[in-house]
Nanobody, 128 residues
Framework: QVQLVESGGGAVQTGGSLRVSCAASGGTFNKYFMGWFRQAPGAAREFVASINYSGGRIYYTDSVKGRFTISRDNAVNMVHLQMNSLKPEDTAVYYC?????????????????????WGQGTQVTVSS
């Protein structure tokens, strides 16, 4: 059974930086694709970034391109999201997710159902 545990959330002012991390256990991490999603109060969960098993194929939602960077370290089963130039609209609970079926990645990477396991989430708050 795969388990995902996020860490690193917090509160910053506009323009600040945070790095959220996700530790995976219980599976063969380097076979799976990973994603970060976020959910603001009253809103649907939305795609932020994803990375394939090797780190060679990465996608971002348009609103974070140039500000956020996703990375993974398969040696220690972790994925990170470095967030720079944060804005109040980035405020949300950030969730790490893992997808088992690599054939789904290119077509469905931004869709919640493509991911099989989820972390509990970590709060990111950006104040103006």
């Amino acid at each position: 059974q795969v388990q995902l545990v996020e860490s690193g959330g917090g509160a910053v002012q506009t323009g600040g930086s945070l790095r959220v991390s996700c530790a995976a256990s219980g599976g063969t991490f380097n076979k799976y694709f990973m994603g970060w999603f976020r959910q603001a109060p009253g809103a649907a969960r939305e795609f932020v970034a994803s990375i394939n098993y090797s780190g060679g194929r990465i996608y971002y939602t348009d609103s974070v391109k140039g500000r956020f960077t996703i990375s993974r370290d398969n040696a220690v089963n972790m994925v990170h999201l470095q967030m720079n130039s944060l804005k109040p609209e980035d405020t949300a609970v950030y969730y790490c997710a893992l997808g088992l079926n690599t054939l789904d990645y290119r077509s469905y990477y931004r869709q919640v159902p493509a991911y099989d396991y989820w972390g509990q989430g970590t709060q990111v708050t950006v104040s103006s």
